[in-house]
């Protein structure tokens, strides 16, 4: 199964004891058609320097039901985990396990819980320098990259599809025309088939665990931003 995911950066200097305790206990309720809809934080784990939890949201899902269009509440639930980087003066990084769109929507709603207001929740930026430091440690397992930035007039985006895509012509002359903004690689250290953007999106093809997921963005992405 396919586990995706988004990383953000929390644009406050606070500390990983301090957003625990802001977010403890966390639940709210919103009555929408006759019907409590519940957002709570759940599975609060404070361990080394990492916060782990689940954002819990009900929703109402329109069903069709012998002619009658019915609304149902559901609940989704999105892992999450915040990382201190002590190498970088305690910054902290936010990973939400979810597609974009949600991931964006929880990082917002987690920014209010935090600090009352959007926006102290941020999207990452991996410079373009790292980012093709990044790519060439993987040089011999790239399968896909997307170029943008593109300084030929009247094209926005180019990309390479095939393997080995580091070592060809091809590679550099894109590279002299625009920034790389999305590869597919296959990681060498945790060997795992994995979809990157430059500004957080983390994708893992692969069969694989949340956990792998964790120690992958962990180990590999978050030194990057």
Same mark, same amino acid.
């Given at each position: ?9 929390? #644009? ?68 999450? %985990?915040f990382v201190a980087q002590e190498a970088r003066n305690g910054r ?44 060439? #440690? ?9 170029? #943008?930035?593109v300084d030929i007039p009247n094209v926005k985006k180019l990309s ?44 893992? %093809?692969?069969?694989?665990?949340? #956990? ?14």
């Amino acid at each position: 199964m396919v586990i995706a995911g988004k990383l953000f950066h929390v #644009d406050e200097n606070v500390d990983l004891n301090t957003i625990a305790s802001k977010l403890k206990g966390f639940k709210s309720e919103e009555k929408q058609e006759d019907t409590n809809l519940i957002t709570e934080l759940k599975d609060l784990r404070l361990i080394g320097d990492s916060l782990f939890g689940s954002f819990a949201q009900d929703h109402l899902l329109e069903v069709y039901h012998h002619g009658e269009r019915l609304q149902v509440p559901t609940t989704s639930e999105a892992p999450f %985990f915040f990382v201190a980087q002590e190498a970088r003066n305690g910054r902290i990084i936010l990973a939400v396990m979810e597609k974009k769109a949600r991931a964006n929507n929880i990082a917002n709603q987690l920014s209010k819980i935090l600090f009352i207001t959007v926006g102290k929740i941020v999207e990452v930026q991996i410079e373009p320098a790292r980012f093709v430091r990044f790519h060439e #440690d993987n040089f011999e397992d790239t399968k896909v990259i997307f170029f #943008d930035d593109v300084d030929i007039p009247n094209v926005k985006k180019l990309s390479l599809y095939g393997s080995e895509l580091g070592d060809t012509s091809l590679y550099v002359d894109h590279l002299k025309h625009g920034k790389i903004w999305y590869v597919v690689l296959k990681s060498k250290r945790h060997g795992l088939v994995v979809g990157v953007t430059r500004n957080g999106v983390v994708t893992i %093809f692969s069969k694989a665990t949340k #956990d792998d997921f964790v120690n992958y963005v962990r180990d590999e992405i978050c030194g990057l931003i």
